[in-house]
């Protein structure tokens, strides 16, 4: 108990990390209040895309992922922690605050399994979990941009494979989207240019306050030594 209490203590940024699974029970709530009326999303070019249900796996690691991201952060990039979680909040609320003033949804999951697996019944359980409305823009596309914009941001990451890795496996993960039928091509398309405009404000504009502000903090530290 004494390590657990010394670790929380010297690493008060972790609450940030409350958001997240705050967040997903209310977008799990609010999801359920839409059931009709809604803005289909689906455009014909996604009759194309072929139902895939082998890339299910792909999409259930997205929250994994994000929360191991988050631990690594924690441990070791504090302030990357804390852009990183903010980037995640912004894009997430403004995202689930669209949906509530234009409630969406797609109608391209298939009324029933091709055949059945282990990939279909966790499609299948995925579809009874989550509702096919608030899908615009994907909030798993958003995600996967905050998580690939913190790789591409901590220090102790850019050696190595990590960030051609994380881009790659974001592409898989976004690409389940469509391929599992939890998205139609215009939720992933619209999530891609918000989950920039999100790291702009993030890692750019405040961003860049902090920066000035805690390289003047080192500084005026300097100067008292």
Same mark, same amino acid.
Request: charged letters at 15%; glycine letters at 6%.
């Given at each position: 108990?004494?390590?657990?209490?010394?670790?929380?203590? #010297?690493?008060?940024?972790?609450?940030w990390?409350?958001?997240?699974?705050?967040?997903?029970?209310?977008?799990?709530i609010?999801?359920?209040?839409?059931?009709?009326?809604?803005? %289909?999303?689906?455009?014909?070019?996604? /009759?194309?895309?072929p139902?895939?249900?082998?890339?299910?796996?792909?999409?259930?690691?997205?929250? &994994?992922?994000?929360?191991?991201?988050?631990?690594?952060?924690? +441990? !070791?990039? %504090?302030?990357?922690?804390?852009?990183?979680?903010?980037?995640?909040? @912004? #894009?997430?609320? #403004?995202?689930?605050?669209?949906?509530?003033l234009?409630?969406?949804?797609?109608?391209?999951?298939?009324?029933?399994?091709?055949?059945?697996?282990?990939?279909?019944?966790?499609?299948?359980?995925?579809?009874?979990?989550?509702?096919?409305?608030?899908?615009?823009?994907?909030?798993?596309?958003?995600?996967?941009?905050?998580?690939? /914009?913190?790789?591409?941001?901590?220090?102790g990451?850019?050696?190595?494979?990590?960030? &051609?890795?994380?881009?790659?496996?974001?592409?898989?993960?976004?690409?389940?989207? @469509?391929? +599992?039928?939890?998205?139609?091509?215009?939720?992933?398309? %619209?999530?891609?240019?918000?989950?920039l @405009?999100?790291?702009g404000?993030?890692?750019?504009?405040?961003? !860049?306050?902090?920066?000035?502000?805690? %390289?003047? /903090?080192?500084?005026?530290?300097?100067?008292?030594?």
């Open positions: 108990m004494q390590v657990v209490k010394a670790f929380v203590k #010297s690493h008060p940024h972790m609450w990390g409350l958001f997240l699974p705050a967040y997903l029970s209310a977008f799990f609010i999801e359920h209040f839409i059931t009709g009326n809604y803005w %289909a999303t689906q455009l014909p070019a996604d /009759a194309l895309i139902f895939c249900p082998y890339f299910i796996f792909f999409y259930m690691s997205w929250s &994994p992922l994000l929360v191991a991201l988050g631990l690594y952060l924690i +441990v !070791r990039d %504090a302030e990357g922690f804390r852009r990183y979680i903010w980037m995640l909040a @912004l #894009s997430f609320f #403004s995202a689930t605050l669209f949906c509530v234009v409630p969406n949804g797609q109608d391209l999951r298939p009324a029933e399994m091709p055949q059945q697996n282990i990939f279909t019944w966790a499609v299948q359980l995925t579809y009874d979990l989550d509702t096919n409305t608030n899908v615009f823009p994907s909030v798993h596309v958003l995600g996967v941009v905050a998580a690939v /914009a913190a790789v591409w941001k901590t220090p990451l850019h050696r190595g494979f990590w960030r &051609p890795a994380a881009a790659l496996y974001g592409v898989v993960i976004i690409a389940s989207t @469509l391929l +599992v039928k939890q998205h139609a091509l215009l939720d992933v398309l %619209a999530a891609i240019p918000w989950g @405009l999100s790291y404000i993030v890692y750019g504009v405040i961003g !860049r306050v902090r920066d000035r502000r805690m %390289a003047g /903090a080192a500084q005026k530290g300097k100067m008292e030594r």
